[in-house]
């Protein structure tokens, strides 16, 4: 049986700059270049990065909310990149999206019973009363009071507005939420709470969550395996606590290493890797492997070859790849 | 003697929605050369505080009701407009959170530096331009002669909060304010901004006070912290006494609802029941009973002063905790 969802050799490009004569763009931003992955049912995996990394970019377009530039994604075996919107519809009720602003991301005048029923309502789901019985224990579920059905957004503290947005996401019964950074506009009390709901819905209704987020912590926290991107590609995949343990791509190491730590005494006395330089323009990135201007450990590398070549992202132990071209058992282990 | 000596400061905001209790009496000190973090949620009323202390709290719709700010003999919320400004930018500067919003998007970077040295400290243009690159050379960016005439749009985040530290330590202030200073930037720029911060304070001794709701960046950051809750201090102590034995309920819950790289990842996390309080319509009594473990009758009728934590080790600091719970 194939795995739930298979991206493979994902590409999303925008056009940057003028349209010339024959309306082609200045230049592309390879905002997603090349990215693969998969996810079984049930598995979350966290997919990481700094800002202009592409990984919003990825979830957007696994979802369809843009079209993929090139590359397959695979839902349960059917290629979705070639659907039409009709097509797509019956999948999307199978793969839902949980956004970063509860604020932006639900309708100020529509009443929350409203928000949880219109997904059903759209799919054609149940008779009006079946409707409204859902999004009581849809409510329920998400930790909110199922009296409080016919208020509005404006009325929820944001915390319990990002418990509305996943309730709306569980109300078509998915097998897969995409989350892009459901937690960072949220304070850290709030944050613990709907990353354990997150946590418990998960295991109640066997949800797969592909879950971006810059948080490393919050990463290791919810999710089983983690791709970090880097420039719209993933440089390094692994098992949670391989990753954290023994992370094998220098820049994986360099964000753990940048990660401050709530405890005095480990901040005074530990090693901090500081990468140089900011993070390259993904419209004009350097050549060979994307890191290499900032790599600490570039020089461990003979002759110019990250500075020329691409390095593939390949099999380095058990389920764990790599996209570098340190020997396989170079560098500090932690 | 102090550096900065703050008292029985309060603030509200008069909205539609009633008076908003944003600062309820704090009161503080900033010795020389010392990182003082303070710590709290959205709405605890950290900014404000810093604001207010600045001068800088926009009437109406806001009123600092009382308070003294002793700063080198003088109360800073006394002082007039004119004279507050030549504070300001000279002995106490700040930088925001958000570079894009505090420099002026029309202005190359060389106007914005050039402009506070010839206003503060009235050099010729030229000299003031020689200064501004070594300033921005000294923050860490690489040819600074050359990003002199970029605009901040042209610069990354990193660079343009490089370019707002660069401008707050023209004057050499003794005191800087930092408001979340790295909540928008990226992890591996943060690590870069916060260890420039703590190198550029080794060498001129300024006092920073840092304002954040990242307890990783304070307990890497500050000597002492001060944690609000609902406008008012909660607790106060150094940094390791704080983080090692955290007294206020408030505090141990905020502590504990931290992921960690290191604590276990398959517990369920903690986390702190309910919702921070509306700050228009603040329970009598202590403003964390709702949400607090240890609440009793008491905590509900009266506000719990902030008192030394009894039996707390003397290195520990001025060891102070907002609650009725806490024993020896």
Known sequence: MSALLEVEDLHKHFPVGKRGLFGRPASWLRAVDGVSFTLERGESLGLVGESGCGKSTTARTVIGLQRATSGSVRLDGAELTHMTRAELQAYRQRMQMIFQDPYASLDPRQTVGSILTEPLIIHGIGRSRERKLRALALLDAVGLNPRHVNRYPHEFSGGQRQRIGIARALALEPDLILCDEPVSALDVSIQAQIVNLLKELQERFGLAYLFIAHDLAVVRQLCHRVAVMYLGRVVETAPRDDLYRDPKHPYTRALLSAVPVPDPRVEETRERIVLEGDVPNPSDPPTGCSFHPRCPERGNVPGDRCAVEIPALEELGARRLRACHLEADDGPRS | ?328
């Not at chain 2, 970077?109 to 921005?136: C, D, P």
């Not at chain 2, 990003?147 to 004057?171: F, K, N, T, V, W």
């Open chain 2, 1 to 328: 003697m102090a550096l900065l000596d703050v008292r029985d400061l309060s603030v509200r905001f008069e909205t539609h929605q009633g008076t908003v209790r944003a600062v309820e009496r704090v009161s503080f000190r900033l010795e020389r050369g010392e990182t003082l973090g303070i710590v709290g949620e959205s709405g605890s009323g950290k900014s404000v505080t810093c604001l207010a202390i600045l001068g800088l709290i926009p009437s109406p719709p806001g009123v600092v009701e009382s308070g003294a700010v002793d700063f080198d003999g003088r109360d800073l919320l006394k002082l007039s407009a004119a004279e507050l400004r030549h504070v300001r930018g000279n002995e106490i500067s700040m930088i925001f959170q958000d570079p894009m919003t505090s420099l002026n998007p029309l202005l190359t970077v060389a106007r914005q530096l050039t402009e506070v040295l010839e206003i503060h400290e009235g050099v010729s243009h030229r000299e003031a331009r020689k200064r501004a690159a070594a300033a921005l050379g000294d923050v860490g960016i690489p040819h600074p002669e050359a990003r002199l005439d970029a605009y901040p749009h042209e610069l990354s985040g990193g660079m343009r909060q490089r370019a707002m530290i660069a401008m707050a330590l023209l004057c050499e202030p003794v005191v800087l304010f930092a408001d979340e200073p790295t909540t928008a930037l990226d992890v591996t720029i943060q690590a870069q901004i916060l260890e420039l911060m703590g190198e550029l304070q080794r060498k001129r001794g300024t006092a920073i006070v840092l304002i954040t709701h990242d307890l990783g960046v304070v307990a890497g950051m500050a000597d002492r912290v001060h944690v609000m809750y609902a406008g008012r201090l909660v607790e106060t102590g150094t940094t390791h006494a704080l983080f090692a034995a955290p007294q206020h309920p408030y505090t141990r819950g905020l502590l504990e609802s931290v992921p960690t790289l290191t604590g276990d990842p398959d517990a369920e996390l903690h986390s702190i029941d309910g919702q921070p309080p509306d700050l228009a319509a603040l329970p009598s009594g202590c403003a964390f009973a709702p949400r607090c473990e240890l609440v009793v009758d008491g905590c509900r009728s009266a506000v719990p002063p902030l008192e030394p934590v009894p039996g707390a080790d003397p290195a520990a600091g001025d060891r102070r905790a907002a609650c009725f719970e806490v024993k020896p």
